[in-house]
Protein backbone atom coordinates (compact mmCIF):
# COMPACT_ATOMS: atom_id res chain seq x y z
CA UNK A 1 0.00 0.00 0.00
CA UNK A 2 1.53 3.92 -0.69
CA UNK A 3 1.29 6.15 1.58
CA UNK A 4 1.09 9.95 1.06
CA UNK A 5 3.27 11.33 3.21
CA UNK A 6 2.79 15.35 4.81
CA UNK A 7 5.61 17.11 7.11
CA UNK A 8 4.63 19.76 8.86
CA UNK A 9 7.10 22.09 10.39
CA UNK A 10 5.88 25.71 12.46
CA UNK A 11 8.39 28.15 11.77
CA UNK A 12 9.21 31.69 13.71
CA UNK A 13 12.07 33.58 13.04
CA UNK A 14 14.05 30.60 11.36
CA UNK A 15 16.30 32.19 9.45
CA UNK A 16 19.35 30.72 11.11
CA UNK A 17 17.81 26.65 11.53
CA UNK A 18 16.99 27.06 8.14
CA UNK A 19 19.75 26.29 6.17
CA UNK A 20 20.79 22.99 8.24
CA UNK A 21 16.84 21.60 8.58
CA UNK A 22 16.51 22.26 4.24
CA UNK A 23 19.87 19.85 4.26
CA UNK A 24 18.15 17.09 6.30
CA UNK A 25 15.33 17.51 4.70
CA UNK A 26 16.72 17.19 1.26
CA UNK A 27 18.79 14.27 2.51
CA UNK A 28 15.76 11.65 3.40
CA UNK A 29 15.65 8.18 2.16
CA UNK A 30 11.72 8.00 1.78
CA UNK A 31 10.63 8.21 -1.41
CA UNK A 32 10.30 11.60 -2.87
CA UNK A 33 7.15 11.40 -5.04
CA UNK A 34 4.89 9.83 -1.85
CA UNK A 35 5.99 12.55 0.78
CA UNK A 36 4.96 16.85 0.59
CA UNK A 37 6.82 19.20 3.63
CA UNK A 38 4.39 22.16 5.00
CA UNK A 39 6.93 24.92 6.53
CA UNK A 40 4.22 27.20 7.76
CA UNK A 41 5.61 30.73 8.87
CA UNK A 42 3.93 31.80 12.13
CA UNK A 43 3.95 35.73 11.49
CA UNK A 44 7.79 35.89 11.74
CA UNK A 45 9.51 39.13 11.51
CA UNK A 46 12.54 37.91 10.23
CA UNK A 47 13.14 36.66 6.14
CA UNK A 48 12.19 33.12 7.02
CA UNK A 49 8.99 33.40 4.46
CA UNK A 50 11.43 34.76 1.84
CA UNK A 51 14.13 31.52 2.36
CA UNK A 52 11.36 29.18 2.33
CA UNK A 53 10.04 30.22 -0.89
CA UNK A 54 13.47 30.07 -2.06
CA UNK A 55 14.03 26.88 -0.48
CA UNK A 56 10.46 25.75 -2.13
CA UNK A 57 12.08 27.02 -5.43
CA UNK A 58 15.51 24.97 -5.11
CA UNK A 59 14.02 21.26 -3.67
CA UNK A 60 11.54 21.49 -6.76
CA UNK A 61 14.45 21.07 -9.19
CA UNK A 62 15.38 18.09 -6.69
CA UNK A 63 12.22 16.37 -7.29
CA UNK A 64 11.06 17.58 -3.81
CA UNK A 65 7.69 19.02 -2.82
CA UNK A 66 8.28 22.12 -0.37
CA UNK A 67 5.56 24.20 -0.44
CA UNK A 68 5.45 27.50 2.37
CA UNK A 69 2.21 28.13 4.15
CA UNK A 70 1.90 31.03 6.71
CA UNK A 71 -0.27 31.70 9.65
CA UNK A 72 -0.21 34.94 11.11
CA UNK A 73 -3.94 35.39 12.59
CA UNK A 74 -2.35 33.60 15.81
CA UNK A 75 0.88 33.55 16.67
CA UNK A 76 1.06 30.11 18.23
CA UNK A 77 3.06 27.03 17.07
CA UNK A 78 -0.22 24.67 16.97
CA UNK A 79 -2.14 27.31 15.63
CA UNK A 80 0.84 26.77 12.54
CA UNK A 81 0.68 23.18 12.44
CA UNK A 82 -3.92 23.34 12.22
CA UNK A 83 -2.59 25.52 9.16
CA UNK A 84 -0.35 22.39 7.73
CA UNK A 85 -2.95 19.85 8.69
CA UNK A 86 -5.69 22.10 6.78
CA UNK A 87 -3.83 21.81 3.48
CA UNK A 88 -1.78 18.86 3.82
CA UNK A 89 -2.68 16.21 0.82
CA UNK A 90 -1.29 13.26 2.67
CA UNK A 91 -3.35 10.93 5.23
CA UNK A 92 -0.40 10.58 7.16
CA UNK A 93 0.92 13.73 8.76
CA UNK A 94 4.26 13.90 10.59
CA UNK A 95 5.30 16.76 12.65
CA UNK A 96 8.69 17.88 13.50
CA UNK A 97 10.40 21.35 14.37
CA UNK A 98 12.64 23.78 12.99
CA UNK A 99 15.08 24.15 14.82
CA UNK A 100 15.07 19.63 14.91
CA UNK A 101 17.59 17.74 12.73
CA UNK A 102 16.19 14.50 11.60
CA UNK A 103 18.35 11.90 10.56
CA UNK A 104 18.43 10.44 6.62
CA UNK A 105 15.99 7.49 7.38
CA UNK A 106 13.71 9.28 9.79
CA UNK A 107 10.37 9.03 7.45
CA UNK A 108 11.74 5.60 6.26
CA UNK A 109 11.52 4.90 10.33
CA UNK A 110 8.36 6.94 10.81
CA UNK A 111 6.30 5.66 7.85
CA UNK A 112 5.94 1.82 7.80
CA UNK A 113 4.29 1.33 11.64
CA UNK A 114 0.80 2.90 9.71
CA UNK A 115 0.99 -0.62 7.53
CA UNK A 116 -1.09 -1.58 10.69
CA UNK A 117 -4.59 -0.41 10.62
CA UNK A 118 -5.13 0.19 13.93
CA UNK A 119 -2.02 2.54 14.63
CA UNK A 120 -2.83 5.78 15.34
CA UNK A 121 0.01 7.31 16.31
CA UNK A 122 3.75 6.88 15.90
CA UNK A 123 6.37 8.48 17.98
CA UNK A 124 9.72 8.45 17.59
CA UNK A 125 13.19 9.00 19.27
CA UNK A 126 14.77 12.54 20.05
CA UNK A 127 18.27 12.23 20.15
CA UNK A 128 21.22 14.72 21.41
CA UNK A 129 23.07 17.07 18.94
CA UNK A 130 26.48 17.45 20.35
CA UNK A 131 27.54 19.53 23.01
CA UNK A 132 30.25 20.99 24.91
CA UNK A 133 28.48 22.85 27.86
CA UNK A 134 28.16 20.79 30.90
CA UNK A 135 24.31 21.65 30.78
CA UNK A 136 24.56 19.91 27.19
CA UNK A 137 26.23 17.03 28.71
CA UNK A 138 23.84 16.71 31.75
CA UNK A 139 20.93 16.96 29.72
CA UNK A 140 22.09 14.48 27.43
CA UNK A 141 23.02 11.90 30.01
CA UNK A 142 20.03 12.30 31.59
CA UNK A 143 18.31 11.63 28.13
CA UNK A 144 15.85 14.81 29.06
CA UNK A 145 13.88 14.82 25.54
CA UNK A 146 13.94 11.41 25.35
CA UNK A 147 10.36 9.61 24.07
CA UNK A 148 10.59 6.64 25.88
CA UNK A 149 9.70 9.10 28.77
CA UNK A 150 6.86 10.29 27.17
CA UNK A 151 5.05 6.79 25.60
CA UNK A 152 5.41 5.13 29.29
CA UNK A 153 3.34 8.08 30.76
CA UNK A 154 0.68 6.92 33.14
CA UNK A 155 -2.47 8.48 31.55
CA UNK A 156 -1.88 7.57 27.79
CA UNK A 157 0.85 7.36 26.10
CA UNK A 158 2.18 10.73 23.98
CA UNK A 159 4.84 11.65 21.59
CA UNK A 160 6.14 15.37 22.00
CA UNK A 161 5.50 17.53 18.33
CA UNK A 162 9.53 17.49 17.61
CA UNK A 163 8.91 13.64 16.35
CA UNK A 164 5.20 12.98 15.84
CA UNK A 165 3.42 11.12 13.10
CA UNK A 166 -0.59 11.62 13.24
CA UNK A 167 -2.84 9.37 10.89
CA UNK A 168 -4.88 12.19 9.39
CA UNK A 169 -8.70 10.56 9.91
CA UNK A 170 -7.90 10.06 13.40
CA UNK A 171 -8.37 13.60 13.80
CA UNK A 172 -11.50 13.49 12.49
CA UNK A 173 -13.23 12.40 15.95
CA UNK A 174 -10.45 14.34 18.13
CA UNK A 175 -10.31 17.77 16.29
CA UNK A 176 -7.03 19.45 15.72
CA UNK A 177 -4.47 21.14 18.25
CA UNK A 178 -5.75 23.48 20.82
CA UNK A 179 -4.46 26.52 18.54
CA UNK A 180 -4.57 29.07 21.51
CA UNK A 181 -2.21 26.11 24.02
CA UNK A 182 0.94 27.39 24.33
CA UNK A 183 2.44 24.19 25.78
CA UNK A 184 1.28 20.27 26.14
CA UNK A 185 -0.32 20.78 23.20
CA UNK A 186 1.48 17.31 22.82
CA UNK A 187 -0.04 15.13 25.21
CA UNK A 188 -3.32 16.41 25.03
CA UNK A 189 -3.76 15.73 21.29
CA UNK A 190 -2.43 12.37 21.74
CA UNK A 191 -4.53 11.30 24.47
CA UNK A 192 -7.49 13.10 22.72
CA UNK A 193 -7.00 10.94 19.64
CA UNK A 194 -6.56 7.58 21.82
CA UNK A 195 -9.93 8.52 23.68
CA UNK A 196 -12.21 8.70 20.83
CA UNK A 197 -11.23 6.28 18.55
CA UNK A 198 -9.75 2.81 19.19
CA UNK A 199 -6.31 3.96 17.94
CA UNK A 200 -3.18 2.25 18.85
CA UNK A 201 0.11 3.83 19.61
CA UNK A 202 3.87 2.81 18.17
CA UNK A 203 7.09 3.85 19.12
CA UNK A 204 9.70 4.27 16.25
CA UNK A 205 12.66 3.94 18.41
CA UNK A 206 14.92 3.86 15.00
CA UNK A 207 12.96 6.82 13.56
CA UNK A 208 15.43 9.49 14.88
CA UNK A 209 15.40 13.69 15.08
CA UNK A 210 18.42 15.25 16.68
CA UNK A 211 17.75 18.07 19.00
CA UNK A 212 19.90 21.04 20.72
CA UNK A 213 19.80 20.70 24.57
CA UNK A 214 20.15 24.22 26.77
CA UNK A 215 23.08 25.62 27.40
CA UNK A 216 22.59 28.04 30.00
CA UNK A 217 20.92 28.03 33.35
CA UNK A 218 18.02 30.73 32.15
CA UNK A 219 17.65 28.42 29.36
CA UNK A 220 17.50 25.21 31.56
CA UNK A 221 15.14 26.99 33.98
CA UNK A 222 12.76 28.58 30.87
CA UNK A 223 12.69 24.29 29.61
CA UNK A 224 11.69 23.13 33.09
CA UNK A 225 9.08 25.69 34.18
CA UNK A 226 7.09 25.23 30.81
CA UNK A 227 7.46 21.66 31.37
CA UNK A 228 5.77 22.56 34.60
CA UNK A 229 2.96 25.02 32.84
CA UNK A 230 2.25 21.84 30.56
CA UNK A 231 1.53 19.90 34.21
CA UNK A 232 -0.88 22.46 35.24
CA UNK A 233 -2.70 22.74 32.01
CA UNK A 234 -2.72 19.20 31.53
CA UNK A 235 -4.38 19.00 35.13
CA UNK A 236 -7.01 21.37 34.28
CA UNK A 237 -7.91 19.38 30.96
CA UNK A 238 -7.69 15.78 32.36
CA UNK A 239 -7.33 15.81 35.96
CA UNK A 240 -4.05 14.01 35.35
CA UNK A 241 -2.28 14.22 38.71
CA UNK A 242 0.23 17.08 39.32
CA UNK A 243 3.67 16.34 40.33
CA UNK A 244 4.18 16.54 43.88
CA UNK A 245 6.11 19.15 45.33
CA UNK A 246 9.27 18.33 47.34
CA UNK A 247 9.05 20.09 51.07
CA UNK A 248 12.14 22.45 51.19
CA UNK A 249 13.61 20.40 54.04
CA UNK A 250 14.29 18.00 51.60
CA UNK A 251 16.00 19.67 49.34
CA UNK A 252 18.39 21.05 51.92
CA UNK A 253 18.88 17.80 52.87
CA UNK A 254 19.91 16.23 49.37
CA UNK A 255 22.10 19.23 48.54
CA UNK A 256 23.76 18.60 52.23
CA UNK A 257 24.50 14.79 51.08
CA UNK A 258 25.81 16.14 48.06
CA UNK A 259 28.29 18.49 49.71
CA UNK A 260 29.32 16.09 51.83
CA UNK A 261 29.49 12.57 49.92
CA UNK A 262 28.11 13.01 46.56
CA UNK A 263 30.49 15.67 45.53
CA UNK A 264 33.89 14.03 46.85
CA UNK A 265 32.92 10.23 45.68
CA UNK A 266 32.16 11.93 42.04
CA UNK A 267 35.09 13.92 42.05
CA UNK A 268 37.11 11.39 42.91
CA UNK A 269 36.01 8.70 40.36
CA UNK A 270 36.35 11.70 37.89
CA UNK A 271 39.89 12.03 38.63
CA UNK A 272 40.33 8.22 37.94
CA UNK A 273 38.82 8.51 34.68
CA UNK A 274 36.05 6.13 36.09
CA UNK A 275 33.00 8.87 35.82
CA UNK A 276 32.48 12.05 33.61
CA UNK A 277 33.08 14.92 35.11
CA UNK A 278 29.66 16.36 34.78
CA UNK A 279 28.36 13.73 37.15
CA UNK A 280 29.93 16.20 39.62
CA UNK A 281 27.08 18.55 39.39
CA UNK A 282 24.36 16.29 38.21
CA UNK A 283 22.66 16.38 41.60
CA UNK A 284 22.15 20.10 42.17
CA UNK A 285 21.39 20.50 38.38
CA UNK A 286 18.20 17.57 39.01
CA UNK A 287 17.55 19.58 42.28
CA UNK A 288 17.48 22.62 39.58
CA UNK A 289 15.55 21.37 37.23
CA UNK A 290 12.77 19.85 39.56
CA UNK A 291 12.49 23.38 41.53
CA UNK A 292 12.09 25.21 38.34
CA UNK A 293 9.02 22.52 37.25
CA UNK A 294 7.42 22.90 40.65
CA UNK A 295 7.39 26.80 40.27
CA UNK A 296 5.78 26.57 36.69
CA UNK A 297 3.24 23.97 37.77
CA UNK A 298 2.68 26.14 40.73
CA UNK A 299 1.98 29.79 38.93
CA UNK A 300 0.42 28.35 35.58
CA UNK A 301 -3.87 28.24 34.88
CA UNK A 302 -5.15 27.48 31.42
CA UNK A 303 -6.37 30.77 29.93
CA UNK A 304 -9.88 29.85 29.10
CA UNK A 305 -8.98 30.39 25.12
CA UNK A 306 -6.90 27.46 25.61
CA UNK A 307 -9.80 25.39 25.82
CA UNK A 308 -10.88 25.68 22.56
CA UNK A 309 -10.30 23.12 19.62
CA UNK A 310 -9.97 23.38 15.96
CA UNK A 311 -11.93 21.01 13.58
CA UNK A 312 -10.51 19.57 10.59
CA UNK A 313 -13.51 20.94 8.45
CA UNK A 314 -13.05 24.47 9.36
CA UNK A 315 -11.31 27.19 11.06
CA UNK A 316 -14.37 27.33 13.60
CA UNK A 317 -13.65 26.34 17.30
CA UNK A 318 -16.01 23.41 19.06
CA UNK A 319 -16.54 22.00 22.55
CA UNK A 320 -13.88 19.79 23.95
CA UNK A 321 -14.93 16.50 23.18
CA UNK A 322 -12.71 14.98 26.01
CA UNK A 323 -13.22 17.02 28.57
CA UNK A 324 -12.08 17.14 32.11
CA UNK A 325 -15.55 15.10 33.40
CA UNK A 326 -15.20 12.97 30.88
CA UNK A 327 -11.40 12.12 31.38
CA UNK A 328 -12.50 11.59 35.51
CA UNK A 329 -15.07 9.27 34.43
Partial sequence: MTISVSVIIPIYNGIQDLPDLETCLLAQTFPADQVEFLLVDNDSQDDTLARLRDFSDRARRQGVTVRPLSEVAIQSSYAARNRGIRAAQGNILVFTDADCRPEPTW???????????????????????????????????????????????????YGQTAN??????????????????????????????????????HFAQDAIICHRHRSTLKELGSQWRRYGRSNRYLYELFDVPLQQESPRFHVANRLTRWLLKGLPVAAWRSLRGQAPAIEMVGPPLDLFCGRSREQGQRTAKLPPAAREIEWLESAAVQPDPASKSEAAN
Fill in 107 to 157: LAQMVPPFETETVGLVVGEIKALPGDSWLEQFAERREILSQKFTIAHGFYP
Fill in 164 to 201: LAVRKVALQKSGLFRPYLTTGGDADLCWRIQMTGDWTV
